[in-house]
């Protein structure tokens, strides 16, 4: 459902590694959401993947260089431009890894290791914004590493092209974003991938058990990240167990963040969306970063009102009704207000560029019924009487 709403249908990618781990990830996520895509890999098998891809109703290609040569990779992006017509999209995210002490590092492993981590990247980065430019628009979304900051442990060769790829996209995006192109780094945490089966694989010789717990321990959500990790929509929410619960069960990827940063990381696609109220999303200025509103009415805040029990109940029966019926409409009345604002600020972001879309009755059912795990275990914990409450106010 989610995917539905950011729908890039028709759009033409290019992915590298696109036959395991995050880059046959991030393919099936980009075909998923309605993308043609050209996988690049080094083996036969990326024709393999792009049949099995093919045969799930997607259209793909597989191209097979070794990506490391620079004559072989500016044959392949070509290749893979001929194949899907253009090129809106670039996703470099191939990438190898070698372990050895700093000290004891190979220079053939150091050269195989920047040739095919960075400088491919910077070959393929170069020739897609040269396209994007020239039709004035694209996204090229590279592929950083944890390591990019604090460098890892025997993977001096990876750490230093990882860096490389933050700074690579710096300057990308300096120089590219005049010309509407996009260019932005996803940094992954520890990944349950091939590249790590000697940390993650207990029939790998390399692997312990106490140093796998270790790591695990230092990531907050105590899993390592899949490929499946790498699909769906980034979507700001506030630092709350269901809310993260409820975006997960759509198909997103929630993202606590601050919410001061929240402009920025839409202006920078850090983030691709966020959820508040239009009234919040009007006087915070979120319409001149923002294209899209979905009006789905997937929460309701609730205001108490808040008085001594012992004063209430040493008033007379009547003049306890009277309480009552002042609070009801004053609700009344103040809902009423709230969505005349509401409507009025909604008609504000249409007129400043915003689309704003509006769910059908089954639309909204389908958000729901995504949701409905969350309903059964969240009432299990709080009781049936919040959740009759809510739902009286659903429509």
Request: aromatic share 10%.
């Amino acid at each position: 459902m989610v995917n539905s709403l950011f729908d890039i249908t028709g759009k033409k990618a290019i992915v590298t590694g696109g036959t395991r781990g995050l880059g046959k990830g991030m393919a099936e996520g980009l075909m998923e959401s309605g993308a043609e895509v050209a996988i690049i890999g080094t083996s036969d098998k990326v024709y393999q993947v792009a049949d099995e891809f093919k045969a799930r109703g997607f259209v793909c290609y597989g191209v097979k260089a070794d990506l490391s040569d620079r004559d072989q990779c500016n044959e392949a992006f070509n290749k893979c431009v001929e194949l899907l017509g253009d090129l809106d999209i670039l996703v470099p995210a191939h990438g190898i890894q070698r372990r050895h002490p700093s000290n004891e590092f190979p220079d053939k492993d150091w050269d195989d290791v920047i040739n095919t981590n960075l400088n491919s990247v910077f070959w393929l980065s170069r020739a897609a914004s040269n396209i994007f430019k020239a039709k004035g628009y694209g996204k090229i979304i590279m592929i950083a590493s944890m390591c990019s900051w604090f460098g890892g442990k025997t993977v001096p060769a990876y750490s230093a092209a990882k860096g490389g790829v933050m700074q690579l996209c710096k300057a990308f995006s300096n120089d590219l974003l005049q010309y509407g192109i996009n260019v932005n780094a996803i940094a992954p945490g520890y990944m349950d991938t091939e590249m790590n089966v000697a940390l993650t694989d207990p029939k790998n010789p390399k692997f312990t058990q106490q140093r796998y717990d270790e790591l695990t321990q230092r990531i907050p959500a105590h899993r390592w990240g899949t490929p499946d990790d790498m699909k769906g929509i980034k979507f700001r929410t506030t630092t709350s167990d269901l809310r993260l619960a409820v975006f997960e069960a759509l198909g997103a990827q929630p993202v606590s963040m601050s919410f001061s940063e929240v402009f920025t990381g839409l202006q920078q696609n850090v983030i691709n969306g966020q959820e508040n109220p239009p009234t919040l999303i009007y006087a915070s200025g979120f319409q001149e970063v923002q294209k899209y509103l979905t009006l789905d009415n997937h929460v309701h805040n609730f205001l108490a009102v808040l008085t001594n029990e012992n004063w209430l109940y040493s008033l007379s029966a009547d003049d306890q009704q009277l309480v009552k019926d002042c609070v009801a409409e004053m609700v009344t009345t103040q809902r009423s207000m709230e969505l005349e604002d509401n409507d009025a600020v909604v008609a504000k972001l249409q007129d400043a560029g915003m689309e704003i879309n509006e769910l059908t009755d089954e639309q909204y059912q389908a958000f729901v019924d995504a949701v409905q795990p969350m309903y059964d275990e969240y009432k299990q914990q709080w009781g049936t009487e919040i959740f009759d409450l809510a739902t009286s106010y659903n429509k």
